[in-house]
């Protein structure tokens, strides 16, 4: 079994300061981990994925995460807001190959403050 | 990535009618597509396993019978909503991933509203 945690269903922060998004998740095996961007009424664009390659992963958009084992987390970060970047954002995990389904956080509501 | 559509963007229908959703891979051959849904401000559940040439497999607690999906083509799958009602309510996204492809690409997603 799979799941994810975003802590934090609405996250506030200033144009032009830090953006961090938490994420958790849970697998029995290695995972696949994803974070989606979501504008209203729209489906999901792909910011960066981890697939067992380097921990550090750079996304779109200038945004990046970091896959940490012992921490069972995969955080989403950027160094600096920009108003466009007001969306919900999900974490998503995979367990298995291709073939199988994501299991997706609650998503975190991210507003930007001018 | 990619290139994933969905049609129609938006229906409304009458509650015990069914609807079709269409779900097209433009640029990609897809064995596999997803079904998705997502109640307003809420987050996305996986509804089925879209295969092609064969039977959809269904996540716990979705009726096959009422969600009916046909993956006829690689480029294909359709979700049908049988006898429809309100509470059926809700946007319904595919996305498609390939067997040997880490991630999945989404559609824009059908907004379906059942009066």
């Known amino acids: 079994a799979q799941s994810v945690t975003q802590l934090g269903s609405h996250v506030s922060v200033s144009e032009g300061a830090l953006v961090l998004l938490r994420c958790n998740y849970s697998?029995?095996?290695?995972?696949?981990l994803f974070w989606y961007v979501q504008y209203p009424n729209q489906g999901l664009q792909l910011l960066l994925k981890y697939t067992s390659a380097a921990t550090l992963v750079k996304g779109i958009n200038g945004f990046e995460a970091e896959f940490k084992k012992s921490e069972t987390s995969f955080h989403l970060t950027k160094p600096s807001a920009h108003m466009s970047d007001a969306a919900e954002y999900f974490c998503?995990?995979?367990?298995?190959?291709?073939?199988?389904?994501?299991?997706f956080g609650k998503g975190t509501h991210l507003i930007i403050q001018p | 990535g990619a290139v994933v559509s969905q049609h129609p963007s938006r229906v409304i229908c009458k509650s015990g009618t069914s609807v079709k959703i269409e779900c097209r891979s433009l640029?990609?051959?897809?064995?596999?597509m997803f079904w998705y849904r997502q109640f307003p401000k809420q987050s996305l559940m996986l509804m089925a396993t879209s295969n092609e040439g064969s039977k959809a497999t269904y996540e716990q607690g979705v009726e096959k019978d009422k969600f009916l999906i046909n993956h006829a083509s690689l480029t294909l799958s359709t979700l049908t909503v049988t006898s429809a009602h309100p509470e059926d309510s809700s946007f319904y996204i595919c996305s498609v991933g390939g067997v040997s492809s880490y991630e999945q690409y989404f559609g824009p997603g059908t907004r379906l509203t059942v009066t």
């Open positions: 998503a995990v995979r367990s298995g190959g291709g073939a199988d389904g994501l299991t």
């Open positions: 640029d990609f051959q897809a064995t596999t």
């Open positions: 697998s029995s095996v290695p995972p696949y």
